[in-house]
C-alpha cells in the first residue's frame, strides 16, 4: 500500500453555469518519501490537484487513501484534525502574518493547537535555523526578503512535524537563484526529515532536479 493513493479522481468547478473538468480521471500511488515535482501549462489543475491531495477540496468523484485510511470518509471535524496533523502547505505568497516575528510566524501553528510554548518556540527557532535564518528570527515579515519570507513559510509547513508537505510554487516570485535555494532545502528538508513532498512549479530546470517528476496536463497526471 502506497502512502497515498488517488484512484480515478475527477474535480470539475461550475461557474455561471459552465462545468470545467479540471482532473479528469487521475491515478496516483506516492510513497512515503518520494520528493515529487508537478509541472503542467498555467490553469491545467496543479493547484486544484494540490487542493484534492490537500483535502482541502473534496472530488467529485473518486478515492483517496492515505496509508490506506479513506480520507473522504471523515467527517468534518475528523478531516480537519487529520489535516492540521499530516499536511504542511506552502504557497506561492508566503502568507505570514505581518505583526509577528518570523520565530512566532513559525511557532504559530503549535501554538494555535495549544502545544506546550517553551518547545513550539525550541523547534520554531531549529527550523529558523536549519533555514539559515537564526538571525532573521525577530523580524516581522515586512523586514524581509522574498526569499527569506518563503523560508519562513517552509519553516512554519514543517513545525508540526507533516508526514506530507505541499507546495504550490514556492519559488514563483523569485529569482532564479533563491528559488534554486528553496528547492535545495526542500531535498535537504525531505531527506533529513523523511517529510514526502510534492512541489508545483513552473520552473523546468527545478523540477528537473526533484528525483520524481510529474505532469498534469488535460486532466491526466504523467510521469514527466
Ligand atoms: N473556484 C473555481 N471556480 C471555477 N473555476 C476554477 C476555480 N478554481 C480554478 N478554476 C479553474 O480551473 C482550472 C485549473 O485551475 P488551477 O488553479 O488548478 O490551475 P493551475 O495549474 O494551478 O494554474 P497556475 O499555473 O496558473 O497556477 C482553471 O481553468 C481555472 O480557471
Ligand atoms: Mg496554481
Do not use: W
Not at 496543479?46 to 496509508?67: C, I
Not at 505541499?166 to 528538508?189: F, K, S, W, Y
Amino acid at each position: 500500500m502506497a502512502f497515498v493513493e488517488l484512484r480515478n479522481v475527477f474535480k470539475s468547478y461550475f461557474l455561471h453555469g459552465k462545468r470545467i473538468d479540471v482532473l479528469r480521471d487521475v491515478s496516483l500511488d506516492v510513497e512515503e518519501g518520494e520528493l515529487v515535482s508537478l509541472v503542467g501549462a498555467s490553469g491545467a489543475g496543479k493547484s486544484t490537484f494540490l487542493h484534492v491531495v490537500g483535502t482541502l477540496d473534496a472530488p467529485a468523484a473518486g478515492h483517496m487513501t492515505f496509508r490506506g485510511r479513506s480520507v473522504f470518509d471523515m467527517n468534518d471535524a475528523e478531516l480537519a484534525e487529520f489535516r492540521n496533523r499530516t499536511i504542511g502547505f506552502v504557497f506561492q505568497s508566503h502568507f505570514l502574518l505581518p505583526e509577528f516575528t518570523a520565530l512566532e510566524n513559525v511557532a504559530m501553528p503549535a501554538l494555535v493547537r495549544r502545544e506546550d510554548r517553551a518547545q513550539a518556540f525550541r523547534d520554531a527557532r531549529a527550523l529558523l535555523e536549519r533555514m539559515g535564518l537564526a538571525h532573521r528570527a525577530d523580524h516581522r515579515p515586512g523586514e524581509l526578503s522574498g526569499g527569506e519570507s518563503q523560508r519562513v513559510a517552509l519553516a512554519r509547513a514543517l513545525v508540526l512535524r507533516p508526514a506530507l508537505l505541499l507546495a504550490d510554487e514556492p519559488t514563483g516570485n523569485l529569482d532564479p537563484a533563491t528559488g534554486e535555494g528553496i528547492h535545495q532545502l526542500l531535498r535537504e528538508v525531505n531527506r533529513e526529515l523523511g517529510v514526502t513532498a510534492i512541489v508545483v512549479t513552473h520552473n523546468e530546470s527545478l523540477a528537473r532536479s526533484m528525483p520524481r517528476r510529474l505532469r498534469l496536463e488535460a486532466g491526466h497526471v504523467f510521469p514527466a
